[in-house]
């Protein structure tokens, strides 16, 4: 009598959010090793595959057809298949497709392992500034208006620091409608992080669309927690991180001094004049420290 066939495994595989270099080893070795990868994108896994000389066989996984792939697919990890899911970018299921799939291959007792790997949303924490202690992911903001508005409201009553993504062509229209429920916050605008033109602007919101110019690429937006009203006496001690934020919004020209002082001070809860004095008391210790 023949043995039941013992079910695979499905493997939800994180891959580079842009350098192809950040990719682990296990990862690379799952990758060869499955029978099929269900890609988002599968020209876009071809790449990393041809770059890692990876021969396994691809199939698509996306929004549009996961519903309809979901059968097959669990079809061949019930006979005894391994399968990878990968995004374009990044882990599956996290903003991405494979959630359903993987919510259906659990029903069916079929094991699911998870193979970290990069993340932007943990990359753009660990370089806002911010803290990572506690933090709040909110995907991207609904496109729908009554849905924005209800994502826009559980925004602005986070007390944590809060991650959210956007795309290019959305993301001017999407600051501008945060700016009246993100009053006194700095932001960070994250671009293409660990590729090429990966660059950041950060401060108070309206300074940072004012930085942005024309939107290309893909974007992690980091906001600030609020600063509670005990707190104002820590930051008034602490002139270099306002020194900072001083120095990334005037070095690029579109915002002068005095308007960078006005909106530090607003986004701050202090005075223009603490503001000022804070940002020539940080910069007479960098002096001192380089003489």
Not at 1 to 12: D, E
Not at 234 to 248: A, K, L, T
Request: aromatic share 6%; glycine share 6%.
């Amino acid at each position: 009598m023949t043995a039941p066939t013992k079910p695979g495994c499905l493997h939800i595989v994180a891959t580079p959010i842009g350098n192809l270099e950040d990719i682990t080893l296990r990862a690379l070795r799952i990758l060869r090793e499955v029978d099929l990868i269900a890609a988002e994108d599968t020209r876009r896994t071809a790449r990393l595959l041809q770059h890692y000389s990876i021969s396994t066989p691809t199939t698509s996984l996306h929004e549009h057809n996961e519903g309809r792939r979901i059968t097959a697919l669990l079809g061949r990890l019930a006979e005894g298949s391994r399968i990878a899911v990968v995004s374009d970018a990044g882990t599956p299921t996290i903003s991405d497709p494979g959630a359903h799939l993987v919510r259906a291959a659990l029903d069916r007792g079929i094991r699911v392992e998870a193979v970290p790997g990069p993340s932007a949303v943990i990359a753009a924490v660990a370089a806002s500034g911010f803290g990572g202690d506690r933090f709040v992911f909110l995907g991207f903001p609904p496109i729908r208006s009554k849905d924005r508005t209800l994502w826009f409201r559980e925004l602005s009553e986070q007390r944590v620091t809060t991650v959210f993504f956007e795309a290019p062509h959305r993301l001017l229209r999407t600051l501008n409608e945060a700016k009246q429920y993100l009053v006194k916050r700095t932001i960070v605008v994250m671009k293409e992080l660990s590729k090429i033109h990966e660059s950041s602007v950060k401060g108070p919101i309206e300074a940072a669309i004012k930085l942005l110019g024309q939107p290309r690429g893909e974007y992690t937006i980091v906001v600030e927690p609020p600063i509670k009203q005990e707190d104002t006496g820590n930051m008034v001690q602490d002139p270099i991180s306002i020194y900072r934020e001083f120095c990334h919004m005037t070095e690029s020209g579109f915002v002068s001094r005095r308007e960078a002082i006005r909106q530090l001070a607003e986004a701050h809860n202090i005075s223009s004049r603490a503001v000022y004095r804070l940002v020539e008391e940080a910069k007479n210790s960098r002096a001192k420290t380089r003489t």
